[in-house]
């Protein structure tokens, strides 16, 4: 006889087994290494490292190996390792004005204090498959300039703030970050808040939010006042020191949007910030980023905010792609009980003309 | 089964357990509120049972027995993962029967057999606000639960009422514990909406992707909603149990072949295997 579906946990330890299996491949091609992944898919590396939240090329190139290239799935296991690590406190503020520039540009000015810096960009590559690659072989030495690019480039905003045209950034409150891995989110959400979930926030997500805004659900004119990355130094003051000290460096994607903005009763007409911020070569992440970042501040500054990146709850609640992935993907656990439950009122509803010649019998029931 | 390396008992930190202890106290102090907690990345997907884990693994001690159900099995696979789970972090003893558990954690049932004192059931809670579907807003709905304002919920069921002559809310069906919060059960089948009244166990209710936690104390007044002229009514079946023979408890509907063939069984394994061992005995 049929009996419901039994033995679930050795089914569940062949799947593992066959899954692994999978993930190895053909035993005849040689393993993937760490340092391959690390050194040959860096921007897949700097995506799991910028939503998964840790900067750890290693552990994030292992996530990607052990999930087989599904980034949101590398993400999610970086995201759990990191959840049992201790906290030992906050950094100080990047200081990315002090950046080691390797790549800067702004098509807001056609030259500016320090120039336009392309660096590595797939920019203006033409998208040709490179048949070469197929056989491997080493690429052509980069080029070496003869002036090293300027050691301080002024940022874009900063050289418009000297002008007063565009916002000044909000002055710091000395009071630690809120962290929303560590506590709930509260709406409304500090810009503190906000930045840090778009940080983490699936790129897709912000992608085709921050498209919506620039077509006309949102009211956003921006401009890409600056990209730049580059290295920067992390600082961290240890309590017992009483002073910061330099504990490494990271490299960062940084995009200052400037938007128009057409002034209030309390703020005449200037230009205002859209910020984003991620680890690596993100570029499209941290554009993105800038762009809903942007459009989330509507409200503050008193604009009709009717559009989806408008909605601080609407973004802030499903930019997560951990979340999003597990919620979605949960329809594949068993709801027996519930379609059981749907099935026996649906079968009353239809049986429902018979009935109503008998009111209320389930009244009397 | 040995302990994981390298994790604290139960795997989730003493800081991280003190904070949701901490919740679950204020979630008892006020039955059927949604208390916000620090929710914690767990290993296993959201959606999959990270809310009650985490509530489990913040009441779990050394000497507790674990029971794990998933549609009222106990093995069905992801009931399996998370008993795993627990016996790998925590290697605590975990068993099948309701009688022997001292903490059962759910999803989707109440057992059959009645809870006693002492007993905490653990609920995996997907979407903890009972009003989600009338209004998709947190900051609305958290102002709705501060002024009672549930006369959207009253509406909704009317509106059930006019277009199909009867309620047609099957699971997740709205409650009102001890008079004030209007609560999400979690998608229970309204069949055991009755079994969360007066309860001699503690009731806990675990949001891990909505970051929630709630709770019915034992001995706590779970009204589900009604009108007075189309009173609340659970599910009932024409067949009984092809396995255990009894017809009171909640049954799976299995399709036997492609022919219309069907047949139905507890959807509760252990109760219904009590249920046969009692019959056994008794030929």
């Not at chain 2, 001292?102 to 979407?127: A, M, S």
């Not at chain 2, 909640?250 to 959807?267: A, K, N, P, Q, W």
Request: glycine fraction near 8%.
């Amino acid at each position: 006889m049929y009996v419901a579906v039994k033995g679930g946990e050795k089914a569940i330890d062949n799947a593992h087994r066959l899954m692994a299996a999978e993930r190895r491949g053909d035993p005849a091609v040689p393993d993937l290494t760490l340092d391959q992944i690390a050194g040959q898919l860096g921007l897949a590396v700097d995506r799991v490292m910028t939503e998964g939240s840790v900067h750890d090329r290693e552990l994030a190139a292992l996530a990607i190996k052990q999930a087989q290239g599904d980034l949101v799935e590398a993400i999610f296991l970086l995201r759990a390792y990191r959840t049992t690590l201790a906290r030992f406190g906050a950094s100080e503020p990047l200081d990315t004005a002090a950046m080691a520039i390797r790549r800067r540009i702004s098509s807001a000015f056609k030259d500016l204090p320090g120039g336009q810096v392309l660096g590595p960009t797939y920019d203006y590559t033409h998208r040709l498959l490179d048949f070469a690659l197929v056989e491997g072989g080493e690429p052509e030495a980069p080029a070496v300039s003869d002036c090293p690019v300027d050691e301080r480039m002024p940022r874009v905003a900063n050289v418009l703030g000297q002008q007063g045209l565009i916002e000044g950034n909000p002055p710091a409150s000395g009071a630690p970050p809120d962290d929303l891995t560590r506590q709930p989110l509260a709406l409304p959400a500090g810009r503190d808040l906000r930045l840090q979930n778009l940080a983490r926030g699936d790129e897709g997500f912000l992608l085709a939010l921050a498209y919506s805004a620039q077509r006309g659900y949102g009211n956003t004119h921006p401009f890409a006042g600056e990209i730049r990355m580059g290295t920067v130094a992390v600082e961290f003051a240890p309590e017992e020191l009483g002073f910061a000290v330099e504990i490494g460096e990271i490299t960062v994607t940084e995009c200052q949007m400037i938007n128009q903005f057409r002034g209030s009763r309390e703020m005449p007409p200037q230009f205002t910030r859209g910020y984003g911020l991620a680890f690596g070569k993100t570029e499209r992440k941290a554009m993105a980023m800038a762009l809903v970042d942007r459009s989330l501040r509507a409200g503050d500054l008193g604009e009709e905010a009717a559009n989806p990146a408008q909605d601080e709850e609407f973004v802030l609640m499903h930019s997560d792609n951990v979340e999003a992935s597990g919620f979605v993907q949960h329809l594949k656990l068993p709801h027996y009980v519930d379609f059981q439950s749907e099935l026996e009122l649906i079968r009353r509803l239809r049986a429902a003309p018979q009935e109503r010649n008998a009111p209320d019998r389930e009244a009397a029931e | 089964m040995s302990t994981v390396q390298g994790y604290n008992f139960a795997y989730l930190d003493e800081q991280t357990k003190r904070m949701i202890r901490r919740a679950i106290l204020k979630a008892v102090a006020i039955p059927g509120y949604q208390v916000p907690f620090g929710s914690r990345e767990m290993p296993l997907p959201y959606g999959w049972g990270t809310g009650g884990i985490q509530v489990t693994a913040a009441v779990l001690g050394p000497s507790d027995t674990l029971k794990v159900i998933d549609q009222g099995a106990d093995d069905t696979t992801n009931a399996v993962s998370i008993r795993r789970f627990f016996a790998r972090t925590a290697g605590v003893a975990t068993t099948e029967r309701t009688v022997e558990a001292t903490l059962i954690q759910t999803r989707h049932r109440i057992p059959e057999t009645p809870l006693r004192e002492g007993q905490i059931l653990i609920y995996q809670v997907p979407i903890p606000e009972p009003l989600r579907w009338l209004e998709p807003r947190e900051t609305e709905t958290r102002k709705m639960h501060a002024l009672a304002d549930y006369g959207a919920m009253h509406v909704k069921l009317y509106e059930d009422v006019a277009r199909f002559g009867r309620i047609a809310t099957t699971y997740d069906y709205p409650v009102l514990v001890q008079g004030r919060y209007l609560m999400r059960p979690s998608p229970i089948p309204k069949f055991d909406n009755p079994k969360m009244h007066m309860n001699p166990a503690l009731q806990l209710f675990g949001a891990g992707r909505e970051k929630r936690i709630y709770a019915v104390p034992p001995y706590t007044e779970v009204k589900s909603l009604d009108f007075e002229d189309h009173p609340f009514a659970v599910q009932r079946w024409d067949q009984a149990c092809a396995l255990c023979g009894g017809a009171d408890s909640f049954l799976d509907e299995v399709v036997t072949d492609d022919r219309g063939g069907r047949m139905y069984v507890c959807s509760d394994t252990d109760h219904c295997a009590a249920r046969q061992e009692i019959r056994e005995a008794a030929e």
